[in-house]
């Protein structure tokens, strides 16, 4: 196992990747890892690095001592958006749409995959970062937890997108109307939860979990969320004549070729990501 550490900029994100798992750390703990005008734009640089680093094949998004992410930083998040300027409507519209499209977009199109790991609240925009990564796991004292209507804000980060996709628009809206708790029971009967396990043995399970992915062929990977994602917004017969294209395309890569001879061969296969 070799680890390597990944520079941030910023001690308020940690990054490493190991044997082809990159792991990025949301570290604002007095915050509960609320996004600050550090974290940020460091989440969004280290998204597109990882991205394009041929040594990561699956993304873990987790967060520093006890939570996941508190979603933005109440004290700060207005003059934040407001540009430390006298607010603007549309300057801060255009902000938050930037701020939005490097995280959760980012995430949600990120060409591997990527999952989240709760050892805590992800409350926020931080519950709709959670919900634009592929997978979730939890620990026991994991919850999603919308925040929004507390503090009279109305959403943001794809959270409301998401939600209604994955449970329905009746269960979603309620979530945020009553701002309902998702505990790691519920989230795993509604399907928002891959797993949950106990809290010690999150990191264990999240890099188990997301190695198993890794030993996957990247291209077949990439595909593969191409499709499941696409599905959202398409017809079966649009679909199915995307899911021929990559079919072909995965069929005609080395990786196929080498998985179909481990095969024959009775062996672990060694896909190299061409
Ligand atoms: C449910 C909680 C996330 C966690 O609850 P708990 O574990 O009981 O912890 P607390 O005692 O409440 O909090 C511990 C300390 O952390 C501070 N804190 C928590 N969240 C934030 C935050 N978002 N911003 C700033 N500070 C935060 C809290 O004040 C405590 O500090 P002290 O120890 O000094 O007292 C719970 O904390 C909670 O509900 N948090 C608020 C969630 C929330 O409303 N988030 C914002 C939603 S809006 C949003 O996300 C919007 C944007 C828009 C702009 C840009 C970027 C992103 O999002």
């Known amino acids: 196992m070799t680890t390597r550490v990944l520079d941030t900029g910023t001690d308020k994100l940690l990054g490493s990747v ?7 750390t949301l570290n604002n703990p007095t915050k509960r890892n609320a996004l600050g005008d550090e974290m940020t734009p460091a989440l969004r640089r280290m ?15 987790t967060g520093a001592e006890g939570a996941f992410c508190a979603g933005g930083d109440i004290g700060g998040m207005g003059d934040t958006l407001a540009g430390g300027k006298t607010p603007n409507t549309d300057d801060m519209i255009s902000r938050l749409r930037e701020a939005q499209n490097t995280a959760s977009l980012r995430l949600y199109e990120y060409s591997k995959p990527t999952i989240a790991a709760l050892p805590g609240a992800a409350a926020g925009a931080g519950m709709s970062i959670a919900l ?4 979730r796991i939890t620990g026991e004292s994991g919850f ?3 925040a929004f209507g507390a503090i009279g804000l109305s959403g943001d980060f794809g959270g409301s997108w998401l939600l209604s996709h994955y449970i329905g628009p009746a269960r979603a809206k309620e979530v945020y109307f009553t701002n309902h708790r998702i505990l790691p029971d519920d989230g795993l009967a509604l399907g928002l939860f891959n797993r949950v396990v106990a809290d010690e043995e999150l990191e264990n399970e999240t890099q188990a979990l997301a190695q198993q992915i890794a030993d996957f062929a990247p291209m077949a990977l990439r595909y593969m969320k191409e ?6 917004s398409t017809d079966l ?17 080395e990786d196929h070729k080498e998985g179909a001879r481990a095969f024959m061969e009775k062996r672990k296969p060694d896909f190299k990501g061409q």
């Open 18 to 24: 190991t044997d082809g798992v990159a792991t990025l």
């Open 47 to 61: 998204l597109l690095e990882t991205e394009t680093d041929p040594d990561v094949r699956v993304l873990v998004l």
């Open 132 to 135: 634009a990564c592929d997978l």
């Open 227 to 232: 499709n499941h994602n696409r599905a959202r």
């Open 237 to 253: 017969r649009t679909a199915m004549n995307m899911e021929a294209d990559r079919m072909i395309r995965t069929l005609l890569s």
């Open 144 to 146: 999603l937890y919308p």
